[in-house]
């Protein structure tokens, strides 16, 4: 369709010292309907939007569907035609005037180039945003209307689809219009083609501006969230390191006088008050080594020490000690812990301290939030490859499917009014959690209102690395 492309030097009147051309081409921007103008050689030399979309969509051989050449001579010497199209009686009025109307209203950048990278359409969204109106823009290229350096890249797109025939994908690129102002846009080119030869490219734009924006935002608003996160975690180690120095000389002090190592307190209250202290610092001591732990695992910065661990013995231990520890610093009657009958050795390679750190997590909470009367269960399995499975369920309180959203979340507690009754800040679980998943393990539970909890530890048989 090279034949009706039209040239450089015929798409702009008022740039033409040929006055014939610059009547004819008004006449043809005036037209409603498809009109062009052909030399004697078959070029075409002018030709409206209409004429160019009527012969890319019925191009049939050498000439348009419809098409009717009319010779004349605009001066007495040259012999051209008039070429116009002929709409058949029955047909539907000309799709042309609609998307004519489409692509002007939508707020989208469309054109239309020829096989030089000059401009047969331009819709008015894009013209208005380069300071020109759509017929000014025809014949004119990029180069013309945004620079050198935007013209030179993409001519160089547009040549690259006219030659391979292809559609770009979508691709994001940037540029000022005539009010300065640089936008971001998500623009993509298809070829268009009849008869088997491509005769131009169409470039469709969508201004993504404010989304671009909206996601630097979002960038910013992150990075300022880690830097909080990163500097809250740096404090509280900061923080657990100066306290657990004087308290550790509190504790040290207080057993001291609980034992009555350098001889006898006097009145019997003393020995009390010694034990109250002991009991409080070590609970305290207990408190500042997780939120330092805790801060570690937040920060990135908390690692294992792996060896072989043989998981039953650990868990007698964890039930055990725990229990008798939530006694001590309750001073009340503890649920009774039972550990499911297991025959035979269960042994993974994890870091021992921090795996009863984990479990003993969970056997707390388990105590805390269940009634004396009440019983707390720990079972395990194996897993597939080596890896094994322990589950710690109690029938206390339990939580509601609300709580349940927030209960790994650190700093929280299920219930507020019960919960300042029992020791802890709310981040047992979290920071158990982030334990299992150092181990390359996963931690869930699972509760219900009034019937207790069942948390589920799944462990492989070595971290990964």
């Known amino acids: 369709m090279a034949d009706i492309v039209p040239t450089a030097r015929t ?90 109307v489409v692509a002007n209203a939508l707020p989208i950048m469309f054109n239309a180039k020829d096989t030089r990278s000059r401009y047969l359409f331009m819709n008015r969204y894009q013209a208005e945003l380069y300071g020109i109106t759509p017929r000014e823009a025809v014949g004119r290229t990029a180069a013309d209307l945004l ?43 298809v070829p268009l083609v009849a008869g088997g030869t491509v005769w131009g490219v169409a470039t469709v734009a969508v201004d993504i501006t404010e989304r671009k924006e909206l996601e630097q935002r979002l960038r910013e608003a992150k990075e300022q969230a880690e830097s909080g996160s990163r500097a809250k975690s740096r404090f509280l180690a900061s923080m657990s390191h100066e306290l657990r120095t004087p308290l550790n000389a509190v504790i040290g002090f207080a057993e001291i006088m609980k034992e009555e190592a350098l001889g006898p307190l006097g009145a ?110 720990i079972g395990v399995r194996t897993q597939p490859g080596g890896g094994v499975q322990v589950t710690v369920a109690d029938n206390g309180v339990g939580m509601s499917p609300d709580e349940l959203e927030h209960a790994f979340e650190p700093f929280w507690q299920a219930d507020s009014r019960s919960a300042r009754a029992r020791d802890g800040a709310g981040i047992g679980l979290k920071l158990a959690r982030q334990l299992a998943v150092l181990h390359g393990g996963m931690l869930t539970l699972e509760s219900a209102k009034g019937q207790g909890t069942r948390a589920t530890l799944t462990l492989p048989h070595a971290p990964p690395g």
């Open 11 to 100: 798409q702009i009147a008022a740039a033409s010292p040929d006055p014939a051309l610059a009547s004819v081409r008004a006449l043809v921007a005036a037209a409603s309907g498809p009109l062009a103008v052909f030399d004697a050689a078959g070029e075409c030399l002018v030709a409206n939007a209409a004429f160019v979309a009527h012969a890319a969509r019925h191009r049939e051989g050498g000439a348009t569907s419809g098409e009717v050449r009319t010779p004349f001579t605009p001066d007495g010497t040259r012999s051209w035609k008039l070429a116009s199209v002929v709409e058949p009686a029955t047909a539907a009025p000309r799709g042309f005037d609609f998307i004519d």
């Open 147 to 189: 620079g050198p350096e935007y013209g030179g890249y993409t001519s160089a797109i547009d040549a690259d689809v006219l030659n391979g025939g292809r559609a770009t994908p979508f691709y994001e690129e940037a540029y000022a219009g005539v009010d300065g102002r640089v936008r971001q846009w998500l623009t993509s080119k």
């Open 268 to 377: 019997p209250e003393y020995n009390e008050y010694a034990t109250l202290i002991l009991r409080s610092g070590l609970s305290l001591l207990d408190l500042i080594t997780n939120l330092l732990d805790f801060a570690r695992a937040d920060a990135g910065s908390l690692t294992l020490s792996i060896g072989d661990v043989e998981v039953m013995r650990l868990l007698r231990s964890v039930a055990a000690g725990t229990r008798e520890e939530v006694a001590a610093a309750t001073a009340k009657a503890q649920p009774s812990v039972e550990i499911e009958p297991y025959a035979g050795l269960i042994g993974i390679r994890a870091d021992e301290h921090r795996l009863r750190q984990l479990l003993r997590a969970l056997v707390s909470n388990a105590l805390k939030f269940t009634a004396p009367e009440g019983q707390v269960r």
